[in-house]
């Protein structure tokens, strides 16, 4: 058995098996200092993180915003192929996160032309996946930067 109270996981003995709040202020540290690392002279790092501060505060466009990340990622490697071998990204990720910015018909989405009859808002489900997602980009943009020195 296991038990889940205020973020930390345990077992039937009491152990902590996962603290997800430690752990996720362990992960939002170390992601800082990554970033102030590499900040003041990387300017796709400035252009990624400019673009998921745009998703933030533009709301109606944050599809639009959040798809800049992959889509800088993938002129600054070259192709999507080679960004995604070179930060380790599964294909898996990378398509479900085209289908969440680009293909479903959100009001938020990059393509709304194409499917005015049918828009919706997306649910915020969905935006969380999005977010996670382009902010896994820009984690795996600064390992690939720290693995360089």
Request: charge should be neutral.
């Amino acid at each position: 058995l296991f038990y889940l109270a205020n973020n930390i996981i345990t077992n039937a003995q009491g152990e902590v098996l996962c603290d997800t709040k430690q752990e996720r202020i362990e992960r939002e540290r170390m992601v800082g200092q990554k970033i102030e690392k590499f900040l003041l002279y990387d300017i796709l790092l400035q252009q990624l993180l400019k673009s998921y501060q745009s998703a933030v505060e533009d709301p109606s466009d944050e599809m639009l915003h959040l798809y800049e990340i992959r889509d800088a990622l993938s002129k600054h490697f070259g192709n999507s192929d080679k960004a995604k071998y070179k930060l380790k990204i599964s294909k898996n990720i990378w398509n479900r996160f085209g289908d969440l910015t680009c293909k479903k018909p959100f009001l938020q989405g990059r393509h709304r032309g194409g499917n005015y009859d049918a828009l919706r808002s997306a649910t915020e489900t969905e935006l969380n996946e999005a977010r996670s997602i382009a902010f896994g980009f820009i984690e795996a943009y600064l390992d690939y930067l720290s693995s360089k020195i």
